[in-house]
């Protein structure tokens, strides 16, 4: 059983958020959220958040994916995390003679998948 939760359209590059999520692919739930719980990382804010997320959707009995059984949380493992690259914002920054310099500022989209152990 899968239980999905998503941020899109973060703003942070997606080359930040992933090796965070690179920290916690494979951990039990409440696991990966101590270890991002300590990291300075405004990136391990959102992450920590969409799993937040996920586990709200694993308790949640009214989800349809649950088909009114008991969920435990301490059986659930971060299974897929994707950083996704999202849209971009582009921003004209003028230089030296005349010319004009393209700023990309990125969006990501951040998808967490909870898996049930058995």
Aim: proline content about 6%; hydrophobic content about 40%; charged content about 30%.
């Amino acid at each position: 059983m899968a239980y999905r939760a998503s941020h899109r359209y973060a703003r942070i590059s997606p080359r930040k958020v992933r090796p965070l999520a690179d920290m916690v692919r494979g951990k039990f739930a409440d696991e990966a959220l101590d270890i991002l719980k300590f990291q300075p990382h405004r990136g391990a804010r959102m992450l920590e958040k969409v799993i937040k997320s996920a586990l709200g959707n694993a308790q949640d009995p009214d989800n349809p994916v649950n088909k009114g059984k008991n969920v435990r949380v301490e059986n659930l493992v971060v299974g897929h995390v994707t950083v996704d690259g999202g849209p971009m914002f582009k921003r004209i920054q003028p230089r030296a003679r005349g010319m004009a310099f393209v700023i990309k500022k990125r969006m990501s989209h951040i998808n967490v998948e909870l898996e049930e152990l058995s």
